[in-house]
């Protein structure tokens, strides 16, 4: 079974810095992964994903993510953050033979203050 | 050209009543998932269906939940006797296949079901 780990709950950065929210994922199979953003009362929205190929991800919104297989991370970047980016950002994982699912972590909230 | 589109946006019943949440996915889009997502917490997937099939429920509660996706109008999840626990935000994804070459999933606006 897989599991995904969001390690920090919440993000506090002031506008402009750059920011990074982690995510270890636990599979024993090949995996899929993915970043969605969760703007207020809003579903999600994808934000990039990684299926194969080059390890850089790049996304929308400027953000791009990083797939280390040996240390089973996707870690989320962004060199400049906006206010506009705050939000709760969520981490997922499925595995390549049953797309079916997606496994979400716990989410980390990022809050930009101006 | 509208998106995943569910309703109510807020539902709020007593205990012991019953729910019904639907969603009418994006044009085009045959595959239906259901997910739930409890405060604090990440989303969990409970349903998979594709017109009148459901192709995955291994993440539904044994009992008192059901979902559908008929022929013709949007899929339900109906909940019945709810209880508190099931307070939650319930999310509707669709998509045009299965896998994540169909991806991303789209989501709606979810219903967030109170219990009372």
């Known amino acids: 079974a897989q599991s995904v780990t969001q390690l920090d709950s919440q993000v506090p950065v002031f506008e402009e810095a750059p920011v990074e929210l982690r995510c270890n994922y636990s599979?024993?199979?090949?995996?899929?992964l993915f970043w969605y953003v969760q703007y207020p009362n809003q579903g999600l929205q994808l934000l990039l994903k990684?299926?194969?190929?080059?390890?850089l991800v790049k996304g929308i919104n400027g953000f791009e993510a990083e797939f280390n297989k040996s240390q089973t991370s996707f870690h989320l970047r962004k060199p400049s953050v906006h206010i506009s980016d705050t939000a709760e950002y969520f981490c997922?994982?499925?595995?390549?033979?049953?797309?079916?699912?997606?496994?979400f972590g716990t989410g980390t909230r990022l809050q930009v203050f101006p | 050209n509208a998106g995943v589109m569910q309703n109510p946006r807020h539902l709020v019943r007593r205990r012991g009543q019953e729910a019904r949440l639907r969603c009418s996915p994006m044009?085009?889009?045959?595959?239906v998932y259901w997910y739930r997502q409890l405060p604090e917490e990440g989303l969990k997937f409970m349903v998979y269906?594709?017109?009148?099939?459901?192709?995955?429920e291994s993440g539904m509660p044994k009992e008192r939940f059901s979902a559908e996706f008929p022929k013709e109008g949007p899929s339900i999840l109906r909940i019945q006797q709810v209880v508190r626990g099931d307070s939650a935000a319930y999310f509707c994804?669709?998509?045009?296949?299965?896998?994540?070459?169909?991806?991303?999933?789209?989501f709606g606006n979810g219903t967030r079901l109170t219990v009372t």
């Open positions: 994804a669709s998509s045009p296949g299965q896998g994540p070459y169909n991806s991303p999933l789209h």
């Open positions: 599979s024993s199979v090949s995996v899929y």
């Open positions: 990684y299926l194969s190929g080059s390890t």
């Open positions: 997922a994982v499925s595995e390549t033979y049953n797309t079916d699912k997606l496994i």
């Open positions: 044009k085009g889009h045959s595959h």
């Open positions: 269906l594709q017109k009148e099939n459901i192709i995955d």
